[in-house]
């Protein structure tokens, strides 16, 4: 067991760690050749371009010494621009997301604050485990409940701050819920005119052996909606076309790389070998080669194009239907059309940027097996993926590397390389392999068969969390596989599960802090220097950049992963609502990854990220239900470890406390999850109203006829994602883009506008 | 453990009792005198009327020797009716209930076939059991699984009968669950104009300062849905005048009682003492003093039927609003109308004869709280109430009576009673006090606040669900309390909970068939012989009776309590799933009863029932669902048991069965469920535009204006309930009762018609 002294040695090396990060990044933000790495927010927006102005050394870069003094400044910057002007600027899924680490900071700051001023002491003058010498014991147990005697009256401490964290909990929840439900529906009021506010996805058109897909789907609404329907698109199945432009995009990139080469050094002629991977065949020139093959390719391209607009076949069982009101689409998405409810389904659309247009052509049953299969796919990746994990781990012990690396011995018993192993290798090996899982978890979800890509998102962080809680949590309490634990869950009587997770839960509480100080200090401080992006803007800057349009494209912002980064925030959540009746020395830890992770996410989301679509927080439903879920279990697990501890009344005391919990959860989904997955009427009639009063002469059929074109027809040649301003401004006039793209959107604006 | 012999026995003794109560009714029915009391559904239609031709003796007692030989003709006669004429006769309600006989009997035959065709032979060549003379295992054992040895290759035979069944039973479920959706569709599409269709409950308006109730919903109403609205009816707190009106009615037959005993007997004037319960006080005249009594009450009641009308306070915040469409109707009903999700919810109108007036009144929070505490008092009332229960039942075997009552011991060791004791007492006691719980759950029900009858009926056929579920038959399984079967599964593992029910689950198999016989077989035949209503009928139309039309409400037609009867249908379901792998012998008793049953409620709903209302099988996804759920505990027991046998591979194979089920049901649900709680606008809009094509010139508003009025005020003195056939012509000339009743409601209307 890990000593305070360990966990201090280990802090110290984390908080190093964070700081090195920390100090590379400020010195790396103020060259100006990294300035598209650390601002791409910016240039994205337009305001800030590539310095121009200074030339030589300046820039590349800052000479300028005085910048450097103030190299911390980016902290205070970061939380300067006001909530309001924040969602503008970034969104208000982003906004939303950060303030997950506000309420985190809003929740244990109080608890902490009460725990450590009556369970520290209470703990540590309980004196259980003063005369004890046992190895298994440290400080840190003596600062915890393991140091109160059995039957010990100074339990009803702990069961105190377990009901007043539960209450503390639920009241910050509901009220952070109520301002997330209002940000939402002011966000939706206030924003200007989407296409997405008229707009209906409609799914499983069924046959009809008389019409095609477009004129039945015209004509069952016309009948239906006969005074709202405005007008609808077809979906194409362009994903073989998509991959055309993917491969060609690919191949262009050689192209400019060889011809940089040659503009570089044009004595050497660049050559390559035609056969597999450029190992053996033919020596040819590469730049006549590449050449040659994107003519192919553009063919190819070109063929394929005229063939899925032509061909009937080619058109999904689904359209995307506008309305002339956002009433009637508002009441189109939420009403049923047809007896059967699973024809002519409908739903809001997601804005144009966030449909993934993959996945729109799957039929119900098919959905349904889908589910079923990835369900039991989950199920063998949370409960068969542990094995490498625990090989790794069981090796990562002191015993372990002397036995396999004997030559070690001396070096790992020094006190320094001890507490390093000891505190800092098994999170360190946790955390490298929980890197491959949410890419896993995503390719599932879209095996599943979702249509957007924020619900793409919401599900994989609901599946990345049921991996997180069972193979970070759950295994790291009681050492074993996660196939263990399911054995353990099935031979162990519901009452006895949580007394086993409830009795060792108290001795893992040095392991957890030093996950926090590795995944989460350190974890964030790398988030924030952004190193991969660094690497990969400077090499595609070297081979590949020509003119400033190639300098705009090899820039990565990045964004938000938001099925990655929620689901790992909810584990510090968990971790602090268990320990802060237990091991209340655990909270500062998680206080300061809150409050760090905030600053550093706010500065990011206002200066790199971009975004990738706008759900409108959609996703606050799936975080509030995470939360409670770890409240109950922390609530099980304290019910659990007091019922070995002697005391009468705990047990029926603090079952009530799961109940009351659940049933909140109950209380606020009535109360306010429909805001999160419906449109209210009256917001809907509002906002029409005031539409038609301010601008009657609108022309909505022209702003919505190609608002849902599959991209792959919207851009010249290249397969660009559309600008995420697009919705800002109300392109009334055809813009330039869909004045070029209008010739090929004809065809399927003709059927539409009849 | 009972034999063969004892299980004959029984089964003779119940046929018997049957046959009794059937001869009983057929004699019965032949009655003039009775007529009322078996045919009052042809009264209430109409057709039918107090025979007044024949004279003497006839009118009261058929002497017609004739009509006694074809006693039984009943049968035939109840199976002659059409289905589409059933349904227009009694309701889609009343057919749906029946065909879930019909569905126990689709399912259980081939079933049957297949288990005695299969698994007989297999079971009773088994010859475990043979050697064994142990009293524990009877003939009844030997026809079951526990007649093969341990690690025999037979039980793959009871597996593969557990797969076919499982198979059998989704097919059959699906079909049916396609079947109803497909009659509640054409019922609800055929059916005529009624005021629900275009009528919206809407509940939680909020209050508003400036604006009265009515005002502030007909402004909303007429912002949010301008092209739709119609009209509204505000819903008055007439709790208190209907109080006032039972009791009057309580009176007045007092009243009736005493004139007819003094005109039978006009030399003595009846007197009664006026103190409490006439045991006390002053003697006086009766005539007078309940002559008096009334009219002080009919002041009463004049004075609050005027306060409710005037006193804004008397207003609910809820309202029926009613559109010019069922488009609109439909649209408004699924469609989230206000920011706050708790305001302004509107739902469906159940038709005006299903509302239930009283809760109407509840706001959100309220209703939540309520569902939380009568969750928490049906804990209770599942887990202490069988105390009573298996207190009775250790008193009722051979050894608890001897004890009890030594004298009879002589008595009982005789074989016969010895086989009645053990094969039908535990059976009957159980019944008698499973005939309280359905009030309380009633009760319950109302308390938490729901607003129609028939959502009450679904609500509390759920609850007794759970309740037999539970009681009846897990406790029946293993012998113990409720409360000790908790304890069983807190302490035990979950994969300890199957195998101990799946082990003694064989053993219980003639328990089951005992109880089978007397709620199934004697149970149904003491339902068609109807001898509580036919005592009341009676001893009313002796003493009250002056009249046709007093006669007309001494009438008690009874109606399906479809809360109290499907539960226990789920009962012989679980049973029939269950045993059909393991003691397939038991699935003749549960055809017998689904066959017997379906006859005689297919006999009482032509001749009997009136219906309360019609909710057109609203009720059915529940149906489905609770059948799912038997049929995945058979499938757990069944993998609990074989997990005993020593034979490899058999959990992998039937955990694929609950898994696959449940999956199932997921299908079903997404597939119909809507069907049976949306309104597609679909078929919305056929109805409105046949409708438009057909009467175009329609007066809605003078049809829907007084719908919904509280059924206090729409009879002239009396509290009487709208007569059903309203909804089958079509009133547009205002008919006499909404005459008589518009002074009342004119008031309730201006405000609406302004």
């Not at 209450?167 to 939706?188: A, V």
Request: glycine share 4%; charged share 20%; net charge positive.
């Amino acid at each position: 067991m890990a000593d305070l002294r360990d966990i201090g040695i280990s802090a110290a090396f984390n908080l190093l760690t964070a700081l090195v990060f920390l100090i590379a990044f400020a010195v790396l933000r103020l060259q100006p050749i990294n300035d598209r790495v650390y601002f791409p927010k910016w240039y994205l927006k337009g305001i800030r371009a590539t310095p121009s102005r200074s030339k030589g050394v300046s820039k590349i870069v800052n000479l300028n010494l005085r910048t450097y003094l103030r190299f911390l400044n980016w902290m205070p910057e970061a939380l300067r621009m006001p909530e309001p002007e924040l969602i503008e600027h970034a969104g208000l899924d982003s906004v939303a997301y950060i303030r997950i680490y506000l309420l985190g900071l809003k929740i244990f700051v109080p608890i902490a604050v009460l725990a450590f001023s009556v369970l520290i002491p209470v703990n540590w003058t309980g004196r259980m485990l003063e005369g004890a010498h046992d190895l298994t014991f440290s400080n840190i147990d003596k600062l915890s409940i393991s140091n109160i005697p059995r039957g010990s009256n100074r339990f009803w401490a702990h069961i105190g701050v377990a009901y007043i964290a539960t209450f503390w909990t639920c009241y910050m929840l509901y009220k952070e819920y109520k301002i997330i439900m209002t940000m939402r529906l002011e966000f939706i009021a206030s924003s200007d005119r989407r296409p997405d506010q008229f707009t209906v996805l409609l799914r499983n058109v069924p046959p009809d052996p008389d019409e095609s897909v477009s004129e039945h789907v015209e004509h069952f609404f016309y009948v239906n909606h006969p005074d709202h329907y405005l007008l609808h698109q077809v979906v194409y199945n362009a994903n073989k076309l998509a991959k055309l432009v993917d491969k060609k995009q690919s191949l262009k990139n050689w192209l400019i790389y060889y011809q940089n080469q040659y503009e570089r050094n044009p004595s050497k002629k660049p050559t390559i070998k035609t056969g597999f991977c450029g190992l053996w065949g033919t020596r040819e020139d590469a730049i006549d080669y590449y050449a040659k093959e994107i003519e192919k390719l553009s063919e190819q391209e070109a063929a394929e194009r005229e063939r899925v607009l032509s061909d009937p076949e080619a058109i999904l069982p689904a359209a995307f239907v506008s309305f002339k009101s956002r009433w009637g689409a508002a009441v189109c998405a939420q009403t049923q059309q047809s007896r059967n409810p699973t024809l002519w389904l409908t739903e809001w659309a997601s804005e144009p940027s966030d449909v993934y247009w993959d996945n729109l052509a799957i039929p119900y049953v098919e959905h349904n097996i889908r589910k079923l299969l990835m369900a039991l796919g989950l199920f063998f990746l949370i409960f068969f993926y542990t094995v490498p994990i625990t090989f790794v781990q069981s090796l990562a012990n002191l015993n372990g590397i002397e036995k396999v690396f004997p030559f070690l011995k001396h070096l790992i018993e020094q006190d320094t390389v001890k507490s390093f192993i000891q505190g800092y290798l098994p999170g360190i090996i946790l955390k490298i392999f929980l890197l491959l899982i949410p890419m896993v978890i995503m390719i599932m979800s879209k095996i599943e068969g979702y249509t957007s890509f924020s619900s793409l998102e919401r599900v994989s962080a609901k599946k990345y969390h049921l991996f997180i809680l069972i193979n970070v949590f759950l295994v790291s309490i009681i050492a074993g596989t996660a196939l263990g634990q399911l054995k353990t869950f099935l031979d162990q009587s519901p009452s006895e599960i949580p007394k086993t997770f409830g009795v060792s839960m108290p001795m893992k509480a040095t392991f957890f802090i030093t996950y926090i100080m590795v995944d989460g200090w350190a974890g964030v401080a790398a988030e924030v220097l952004r190193l991969v992006p660094l690497v990969i803007f400077h090499l595609k800057n070297t081979f590949l950049v020509k003119t400033e349009k190639d300098r705009e494209q090899a820039m990565d912002p990045g964004f938000l992963d938001f099925a990655v980064y929620e689901p790992r925030i909810q584990l510090y959540f968990l971790l602090g609502l268990v320990y802060c009746a237990v091991t209340p020395i655990l909270l500062p830890f998680i206080i300061l990854f809150f409050a760090f992770a905030y600053l550093v996410f706010r500065h990011q989301i206002i200066n790199v990220y971009d975004r990738k679509y706008e759900s409108s927080a959609a996703f606050w439903p799936d975080v509030h239900r995470r939360i409670i879920i770890g409240l109950v279990i922390s609530q099980l697990l304290l019910l659990g470890l007091l019922s070995t501890k002697g005391i009468k009344m705990s047990t029926p005391l603090l079952i009530v406390l799961p109940v009351l919990t659940i049933w909140f959860y109950r209380v606020c989904q009535g109360r306010f999850e429909s805001a999160f997955t419906r449109f209210p009427l009256q917001e809907a009639m509002m906002k029409d109203t005031l539409e038609r009063a301010t601008d009657p002469m609108l022309n909505l059929r022209s702003y919505l006829h190609d608002a849902y074109l599959h991209p792959i027809f919207k851009g010249g040649e290249f397969y660009i994602v559309p600008p995420r301003d697009e919705e800002e401004g109300a392109p009334l006039v055809p813009t330039k883009r869909s004045q070029r793209s209008s010739k090929v959107t004809s065809l399927a604006s003709s059927e539409a506008s009849v």
